[in-house]
T-cell receptor, first 114, second 109 residues
Framework: EAQVTQNPRYLITVTGKKLTVTCSQN?????MSWYRQDPGLGLRQIYY?????VTDKGDVPEGYKVSRKEKRNFPLILESPSPNQTSLYFC????WGGGGYEQYFGPGTRLTVT | GIQVEQSPPDLILQEGANSTLRCNFS?????LQWFHQNPWGQLINLFY???GTKQNGRLSATTVATERYSLLYISSSQTTDSGVYFC???????????FGQGTRLTINP
């Protein structure tokens, strides 16, 4: 089944404790990205990757890191999480990054930072 | 950048009713998608519809790209249709989706 998977689905952590949210897709997509969803602010893009070893900032990249060492994986790294990073996170992928391609979303990761 | 506006923000209906959700966008688009966010927070792809009309069961969507709007129709609503419906679009050479603020649909039995 073609899908985007994320792990963990739920995470409660404490301020400053490094964490990684994994994202994997099995559709051989070139483009992957991360969004966060917050009440009143909607969904906003954090980082994106046009293909392997190519990443770039989205609208709200502060406090996050990403890497794209393999086509299928695009982990989101929070080196020192803070309470304002409490949010619902989505990973997405599409065939290409040039615009005009359907994006497929993972199931979401609900992160709480205390 | 592109802006996406959805209306109405809230919609409350009885089971069996039909509904129309609207999405306006500020510029020409190369991607437009409709999603349903269920109570568990998952974003369910409904339609990829940068132009034209598509139907899937009780749901259908139409995008009139020249007039910069898209409509999502839900017929014979069921309680399981409740949730938030998002429209998202991208334009130019960008793949980033810009989301509207959503329409919260409540279907009462």
């Amino acid at each position: 089944e073609a899908q985007v998977t994320q792990n963990p689905r739920y995470l409660i952590t404490v301020t400053g404790k490094k964490l990684t949210v994994t994202c994997s897709q099995n559709m051989n997509h070139e483009y992957m990205s991360w969004y966060r969803q917050d009440p009143g602010l909607g969904l906003r893009q954090i980082y994106y990757s046009m293909n392997v070893e190519v990443t770039d900032k989205g609208d709200v990249p502060e406090g996050y890191k990403v890497s794209r060492k393999e086509k299928r994986n695009f982990p989101l790294i929070l080196e020192s999480p803070s309470p304002n990073q409490t949010s619902l996170y989505f990973c997405a992928s599409s065939l290409w990054g040039g615009g005009g391609y359907e994006q497929y979303f993972g199931p979401g990761t609900r992160l709480t930072v205390t | 950048g592109i802006q996406v506006e959805q209306s109405p923000p809230d919609l409350i209906l009885q089971e069996g009713a039909n509904s129309t959700l609207r999405c306006n966008f500020s510029d020409s688009v190369n991607n437009l998608q409709w999603f349903h966010q269920n109570p568990w927070g998952q974003l369910i792809n409904l339609f990829y519809i940068p132009s034209g009309t598509k139907q899937n069961g009780r749901l259908s969507a139409t995008t009139v790209a020249t007039e910069r709007y898209s409509l999502l129709y839900i017929s014979s609503s069921q309680t399981t249709d409740s949730g938030v419906y998002f429209c998202a679009a991208s334009g130019g050479g960008a793949q980033k989706l810009v989301f509207g603020q959503g329409t919260r649909l409540t279907i009462n039995p």
